[in-house]
């Protein structure tokens, strides 16, 4: 697949109408029409889907998408996001390197962000969240060169503040599939894995989940082991050696950010999109501890609320270097 920038595909909307000729809404129409028919071929229409409409032409083309979705019988649900998501409340601006307030504040001004703008009305749909599942397993052909699996676990919602138990879980995760892990060196070292899999948590308001995921060709054999693994740790406590080495592993990554003028800014914008500054995350990360996540895992990752996806290779993708070699 060949992904072109945004210039890139600008000119060439602009070539293909002027030469084709074609209209731009005409063109806006096919290209929904084309992707409208890619998502039926691999989703049914009792699938949930949801559609963001941002601004511009790519916002037309997501409402056009929905519109034709929703003729062949797909529950959608639609969001117009360009106020919301363009409203100067909803934005953070993090600056690190050598400036100071002042200069911040003057190329602020010259830009604009000073003047005082309307405050949007945001209006957050949520539905109740429940922890029963849709589905307990689902199985997709798609155009991948390895299969490709997850085991994804329904956890109860988080309270919008806590922060706290979100990284709780994050380590855990470490504890369990992260580099560091028995687990991951007997997976990574007998080829069930790559580099890529591991775990992440999931969060959003109303909704709390921690996936895992990879590529292997022995999907079902990695799945056991890791409920196994998930099985023991439970039972036996998270390794104190293990948990201390992932803990140092997560300060040298927030410290690691910090080292160059791009990454310390990013770093200081999620953060404050969170509520959170970087000395309250290090803080934060400091005050947890194994006993904590011994307590945690006495709840969360139950196999009664555990959902897996796996991902077939069709034929069509092109096989890796290593398999052609191998043919």
Aim: proline share 6%; net charge negative; with cysteine.
């Amino acid at each position: 697949m060949k992904i072109f920038p945004t210039t890139s595909i600008k000119q060439l909307d602009a070539d293909t109408i002027k030469n084709e000729p074609i209209a731009s809404i005409d063109l806006m129409e096919r290209a929904s029409r084309a992707l409208a028919r890619a998502i039926a071929e691999r989703w049914e229409p009792d699938t949930p889907l949801t559609v963001f409409a941002g601004p511009g032409n790519n916002g037309g083309d997501a409402l056009a998408l929905a519109r034709l979705l929703a003729g062949k019988g797909y529950r959608l649900e639609v969001y117009d996001i360009c106020k919301a998501f363009y409203a100067p409340g909803n934005m953070v601006l993090a600056a690190a390197g050598d400036t100071t307030m002042e200069q911040i504040l003057a190329a602020c001004e010259r830009h604009g962000l000073m003047r005082p703008r309307s405050t949007e009305r945001v209006q957050r749909l949520w539905k109740p969240e429940p922890m029963t599942l849709a589905a307990a397993h689902k199985t997709l052909k798609m155009p991948v060169s390895k299969p490709c699996f997850g085991v994804g676990f329904k956890e109860k919602p988080l309270p919008p503040n806590d922060l706290r138990t979100e990284a709780l879980y994050d380590l855990i995760l470490s504890c369990i599939t992260g580099g560091m892990s028995p687990l991951y060196r007997r997976l990574y070292d007998g080829g069930l894995v790559n580099p890529g899999f591991g775990g992440e948590v999931l969060r959003v308001d109303g909704c709390c989940c921690i996936l895992f995921t990879g590529e292997s060709d022995a999907p079902d054999a990695v799945k056991q082991m890791l409920l196994d693994e998930i099985a023991r740790i439970r039972a036996a406590g998270v390794d104190r050696e293990i948990f201390t080495l992932c803990k140092n592993e997560k300060y040298g990554q927030l410290i690691e950010n910090l080292e160059n003028v791009e990454d310390s800014a990013s770093q200081m914008a999620d953060f404050a999109l969170s509520g959170q500054t970087v000395a309250q995350q290090i803080t934060m990360l400091a005050g947890l501890t194994a006993e904590d996540a011994d307590a945690a895992l006495q709840h969360i990752l139950s196999t009664d609320r555990m959902a897996v996806m796996d991902i077939l290779p069709d034929g069509t993708a092109p096989l890796a270097e290593n398999e052609e070699e191998a043919e």
